[in-house]
């Protein structure tokens, strides 16, 4: 299995209600970020959290990371119609280049 | 201030032709990564360049593709011979590239390719 594994793999909630997703991940981080993508577009970056972070806050979103869990969940409350998207973490790995991305949470949100 | 710029947005390849996907990074960005996504999946990293040098191309087949960003113009994934399997999505992302690497990356639009 692939570091940055997200769970769940898709989730729909009513608009106003809370939105939790997971991603778990294998080998030592130096950050993790999360991303979101609209359908047929780039990603755009939500909130970047360092290995030694445990909670980050940017607006209706907030982001935490357990590093003796390996895993971190991104939570978007109030949830709006427009927040309706795939989630990504991306992950780092210590000594290297490369992001590595989860398959991604597909989150709807019904008005 | 422009964002990262990819073109073209949508190519369409038959297969055995060469395909050849650009991106122009952010201003005053000086990493570049590429990365392929197949419909319904995560991002899969394929190389990661900083001007005129490949840093880290792990994730890109051997044969067939290829990648540059020369000092002057836009980075360049290059895939030769394409093939069905070929037809994704290609990300460009860019990065200021004064931590190392490890730091924010902002995307493209991305290229569409289908391989007929």
Not at chain 1, 58 to 67: I, P
Not at chain 1, 78 to 101: E, L, N, P, Q, W
Not at chain 2, 57 to 62: C, D, Q, T
Request: with cysteine.
């Amino acid at each position: 299995s692939q570091q940055g594994e997200e769970d769940p793999q898709a989730l729909s909630i009513q608009e106003g209600e809370n939105a939790t997703m997971n991603c778990s991940y294998k080998t030592s981080i130096n950050n993790l970020q999360w991303y979101r993508q609209n359908s047929g577009r780039g990603l755009v970056h939500l909130i970047l959290i360092r290995s030694n972070e445990r909670e980050k806050h940017s607006g209706r979103l907030r982001v935490t990371l357990d590093t003796s869990k390996k895993s971190s969940s991104l939570l978007i409350t109030a949830s709006r119609a427009a927040d309706t998207a795939s989630y990504f973490c991306a992950t780092d790995s210590t000594g290297g280049f490369k992001t590595i991305f989860g398959a991604g949470t597909r989150l709807f949100v019904k008005a | 201030n422009a964002g990262v710029m990819q073109n073209p947005r949508h190519l369409v390849r038959r297969r055995g032709q060469e395909a050849r996907l650009r991106c122009s990074p952010m201003k005053g960005h000086s990493h570049v990564y590429w990365y392929r996504q197949l419909p319904e999946e995560g991002l899969k990293f394929m190389v990661y360049l900083q001007k005129e040098n490949i840093i880290d191309e792990s994730g890109m087949p051997k044969e067939r593709f290829s990648a540059e960003f020369p000092k002057e113009g836009p980075s360049i994934l290059r895939i030769q011979q394409v093939v069905r399997g070929d037809s994704a999505a290609y990300f460009c992302a860019s990065s200021p590239g004064d931590t190392g690497g490890q730091e924010t990356q902002y995307f493209g639009p991305g290229t569409r390719l289908l391989v007929l």
